[in-house]
């Protein structure tokens, strides 16, 4: 079982959904918690990143966390085609000094 | 300017094959990652260097070398390439300062390379 778990998609949907993008974890230990979303033939971006429980916001986005589910969602309201990229969850066990374990990433394409 | 920068962007290259591949940043930053992605398998790390003299083994290092020349330059080597290494490879940097924040790690845009 791999230690992050992330449904590849690709997932389609059109313009103005409301997107939901979804991370499983076994390790308990993970503390931080990213979303990096990547466009074809780029490298990983960070789009956003939260500390321990709880949602946290950021214009048309927000990132919610369940560590006694051990689930992360990232939530894309008003979906735009520009949001057509590759979401990649990650997470670590502390803020510094440790490396990022990454889910598989979900394709998602937003349609006219 | 992009921050963080690899070359080549594409490589073809036939089995047994020794190459290099490189990256470079102007952040300032003293980490560095190099990592690759495979369909399904997402990112996996390679190896990480922390500073200059501190190299480190990630998850799946066999058959892969680095050599962190300077703060700013971090190599990766193949040095007998096989097909199973045909991948996206990247590179990544982070700052400690801003550990707090969770590790943000800035990617370079990736090689592509092919072994046949």
């Known amino acids: 079982q791999k230690e992050v778990e992330q449904d590849p998609g690709p997932l389609s949907v059109p313009e103005g959904a409301i997107v939901s993008l979804n991370c499983t974890y076994s390790?308990?230990?993970?503390?931080?918690f990213m979303w990096y979303r990547q466009y074809s033939r780029k490298g990983p971006e960070l789009l956003m990143y939260?500390?321990?429980?709880g949602n946290k916001e950021d214009g048309r986005f927000t990132a919610q966390v369940d560590k006694s589910s051990k689930y992360i969602s990232l939530f894309i309201r008003d979906s735009q085609p520009s949001d057509s990229a590759t979401y990649l969850c990650?997470?670590?066990?502390?803020?510094?000094?440790?490396?990022?374990?990454f889910g598989t990433g979900t394709q998602l394409k937003v349609e006219l | 300017d992009a921050d963080v920068t690899q070359t080549p962007r594409n490589r073809i290259t036939k089995t047994g094959k020794r190459i290099m591949l490189e990256c470079s940043q102007t952040?300032?930053?003293?980490?560095m990652y190099w990592y690759r992605q495979d369909p399904g398998l997402g990112l996996r790390l390679i190896y990480y260097s922390f500073d200059v003299k501190d190299i480190n083994k990630g998850e799946i290092s066999d058959g892969y070398s680095v050599s962190r020349q300077a703060q700013a330059k971090f190599s990766l080597s193949l040095e007998s390439a096989i097909p199973n290494q045909t991948a996206l490879y990247f590179c990544a940097t982070s700052d400690p300062e801003k550990a707090g924040f969770g590790e943000t790690q800035y990617f370079g845009p990736g090689t592509r390379l092919l072994v046949l």
């Open positions: 939260t500390y321990s429980s």
């Open positions: 390790n308990s230990a993970f503390q931080y």
């Open positions: 990650a997470m670590s066990l502390t803020g510094g000094g440790n490396k990022l374990t």
């Open positions: 952040k300032g930053h003293d980490r």
